[in-house]
């Protein structure tokens, strides 16, 4: 269960009207290294990893990537909540106008629609580790993608705080992978899935 802090976890005060920058920033809604998909990626990830305490990495992991997806919802809203039909039209937002209005809808930049294969629940430790700290590598160079193309300041900083924080999850799942490792019985953990093959594994890890 989540209890709701009515508060962004950092500000969005954007003052301007941009549905090219809305156009861009989207894809860390929906796009496939965006927010949506790390959300549900730790949280369906976390309910067979074999060590309690990376279980709940990914669990306050994946809650603050909900935090950061309303981030974004919250970013994009802003840029386009008193859109007209000509800024629409000129900005290249009037595709995805005419199918939402201004609604938040999760796609990537490319126009690409979200969906379930965006993010990887493998269940085998070591294989969806790895795949954490790539996504939150890929999500960082996205933030930095946007931040060298985005000028305004209101923008930025925002976009700043979310790529800082893909830096410190992508420390945590590393300490994470060596914690699994260190609990297997192997010269070689790629053997083997320390979730499924539990006969290979040198503790429980409860």
């Known amino acids: 269960m989540w209890n709701y802090e009515k508060r962004l976890q ?24 965006g927010e949506l998909a790390a959300s549900m990626r730790y949280l369906s990830q976390r309910y067979s990893m074999p060590c309690k305490e990376v279980g709940g990495l990914l669990t306050d992991i994946g809650t603050e990537e909900l935090g950061h997806l309303e981030m974004v919802c919250a970013i994009i809203y802003q840029l386009t909540k008193n859109l007209s039909v ?18 938040l809808w ?17 269940g085998d430790a070591i294989t969806d580790l790895v ?52 609990n297997l019985n192997s010269k070689n953990f790629y053997y083997y899935n320390p979730e499924f093959d539990k006969q290979f594994v040198k503790n429980n890890m409860q």
């Open 86 to 103: 000509e800024q629409a039209k000129t900005a290249g937002f009037d595709a995805y106008y005419i199918d939402h209005t201004t609604a």
């Open 131 to 182: 795949e954490d700290l790539a996504a939150e590598q890929k999500a960082r160079t996205t933030y930095d993608n946007l931040i060298r193309i985005i000028p305004n300041p209101d923008v930025r900083e925002p976009l700043k705080f979310l790529r800082a924080r893909e830096v410190v999850h992508f420390q945590r799942f590393g300490e994470a992978l060596e914690k699994i490792k260190s």
């Open 106 to 122: 999760p796609t990537a930049a490319a126009g690409v629609p979200f969906n379930a294969c965006e993010f990887q629940s493998k």
């Open 10 to 33: 950092f500000p969005v005060n954007i003052k301007e009207t941009c549905p090219k920058t809305a156009s861009l920033i989207i894809s860390q809604f929906g796009g496939p290294d």
